[in-house]
């Protein structure tokens, strides 16, 4: 590898290097690079190899492409932007997994601090009565430089591969009540919260300062959706993350209810205001009866614990009619209103 002078490399153009735990997973590379049209560099170690390159922003997603995860996390690689590259720069080897994560991290830094990000409303309205919107949950798109969406599984999914979670979290609340203000909402506000974000007292009042008080919305008219695959480890720890909003005058809806570790027995320990059944319940219903049980079951338990129950995921009006027999309070679904930049008048809410 001390032999880096066995190629002359041409003026103004960047090389990009390759490490390898063994040969074969070294000729896999090699062989792809060249179907890719990339220009070796031949180096005289088997385990490393070499080729020009002029733009690192695009060489990055062509090697992303061809490779493996598990190749990706093998591949060590240095982009040198030196026409003549030195053996100093070896100390900045890194795998492309990590060249990845840092690429998102900085897109999603910049969308961050550009504040190119919006929120979309989507109603919630009383079960008995759809023309009475109770509140509107508010959700997070990201924008890029051109204006187009960037969905939210996209960006929650890079927050936690970058350990962005906190940030982009604080966002999306601030997106959402900065909406709210915007257009007047005087329904209740609801917005997804991360309990990681909040779990803690100093995390719980940077929120409410960046969020709530910027936008001069009140708690009372809050309502925290946590999300179930978020939630904190134990109970105990959930009720007095409950507990400690309520102080503060914040209510509290279980998200995505019904799906993963969640009991009956947990919902009366932890005392929310609202559970949000999830839409994996809510698909179907009227052909699946064993849907309609549970439903009527986790109704019935949140009654007696005065909790109020919205049914999320409503798509057409036999499963709305059958919500409400099942004694489910509130709806949410493409039924009853898209995802908007604007409120849903209520003259246009499907009944």
Not at 83 to 90: G, K, Q
Not at 118 to 142: C, D, T, W
Request: charged share 25%; hydrophobic share 40%; aromatic share 8%.
């Amino acid at each position: 590898m001390h032999q880096m002078n066995v190629f002359q490399p041409v003026r103004g153009i960047g090389h990009i290097f390759f490490w390898y735990d063994n040969w074969r997973l070294a000729a896999r590379v090699r062989s792809r690079m060249l179907a890719s049209g990339f220009v070796e560099c031949p180096l005289p170690d088997e385990r490393v190899h070499c080729f020009l390159c002029d733009d690192f922003e695009t060489c990055l997603p062509v090697l992303s492409n061809f490779l493996t995860e598990r190749e990706k996390r093998q591949v060590s690689i240095l982009m040198s932007e030196s026409a003549n590259p030195s053996i100093f720069e070896y100390g900045r080897l890194k795998t492309i997994e990590t060249h990845e994560t840092q690429l998102l991290g900085l897109w999603l830094g910049d969308m961050l601090m550009d504040r190119r990000y919006r929120s979309l409303m989507q109603p919630i309205v009383h079960a008995k009565n759809h023309n009475h919107v109770a509140g509107y949950e508010f959700l997070i798109r990201g924008l890029h430089t051109d204006g187009t969406d960037i969905p939210a599984p996209t960006l929650f999914a890079t927050a936690e591969k970058c350990e962005m979670l906190y940030a982009l979290d604080m966002a999306a609340g601030e997106s959402a009540t900065r909406t709210a203000r915007m257009h007047d909402i005087s329904e209740d506000v609801f917005v997804n919260v991360l309990p990681r974000t909040i779990g803690d007292e100093a995390g719980l009042d940077a929120w409410l300062q960046a969020v709530l008080a910027a936008a001069e919305i009140t708690p009372e008219q809050m309502v925290f959706e946590l999300v179930e695959s978020q939630q904190l480890a134990d109970s105990g720890a959930l009720r007095s993350l409950v507990q400690k909003l309520h102080d503060q005058g914040i209510r509290v809806a279980m998200d995505d209810f019904g799906s993963g570790f969640n009991n009956l027995v947990g919902l009366v320990e932890v005392a929310p205001d609202y559970i949000k059944i999830d839409k994996s319940l809510v698909d179907d219903l009227s052909k699946d009866h064993r849907k309609s049980n549970l439903i009527a079951n986790l109704v019935d338990t949140a009654k007696n614990s005065d909790i109020e129950v919205i049914a999320e995921g409503v798509e057409d009006a036999e499963t709305a009619e059958i919500l409400v027999t099942l004694g489910v309070d509130y709806l949410q679904g493409y039924h009853l209103g898209f995802p908007k930049d604007e409120p849903v008048p209520n003259s246009s809410i499907a009944v």
